[in-house]
């Protein structure tokens, strides 16, 4: 589905009326949409402007992470939220820093947020699992999911993965969500050490 069409359904917004708004016929909206046409690029930045979206959005396919990022973005723009305070965060990916994530007053836009986080989760770690075809610790990657089924809320296995990151370099040391971490660091990596990991 063309993001132009997404979109439209998201703002229940009837091609005419779109139309109208650009001042064209409605057939070129449909046209747009059926991809016999480019939007032209005069009027990307009116639908930027009109729907508080990058242009890209508008001009392709969108993928389950995009179609959540304009839901977020429209329920912004229903609700009006005001920011309440930023969290530090950790991001990996293009990042790979602390960064200050925002803690919106209403809980909704929090939710769709964390909804969103889960969604390129879920997507990075199908794309870890094709990295390799014929993968020998397939059912470590069982484990993985067993264990954040059954024990997501355990400190032992938050303080096991933090130590690992570190350990492999995938998190900077300068990276502690406790104080009493390195320590627990320290003798893991021990263990790690006399087994020659």
Known sequence: MLGLEYVLGIYNMQHIELAEKLGIRKQNINMWIKGKQNIPKKYLPVLEELFGLDSEYFTKELNEIEKLEIQKEKLKRDLNPVIR?????????????????????????????????????????????????????????????????????????????????????????????????????????????????
């Open 85 to 197: 305070k930023h969290d530090l965060q950790y991001m990996t990916g293009e990042v790979n820093d602390l960064v200050e994530v925002p803690i919106y007053d209403k809980e909704e836009i929090n939710s769709m947020e964390r909804t969103i986080e889960k969604a390129k989760l879920a997507s990075r770690f199908k794309q870890a699992l094709d990295i390799i075809d014929n993968n020998p610790y397939m059912d470590t990657y069982k484990l993985i999911v067993e264990l954040v089924e059954k024990v997501p809320d355990k400190v032992l296995l938050h303080k096991t993965i933090e130590a690992l990151a570190h350990y492999y370099e995938v998190l900077p040391p300068w990276v502690v969500s406790e104080p009493e971490q390195e320590e627990f660091e320290g003798e893991i990596f021990e263990v790690f050490d006399d087994n020659n990991f």
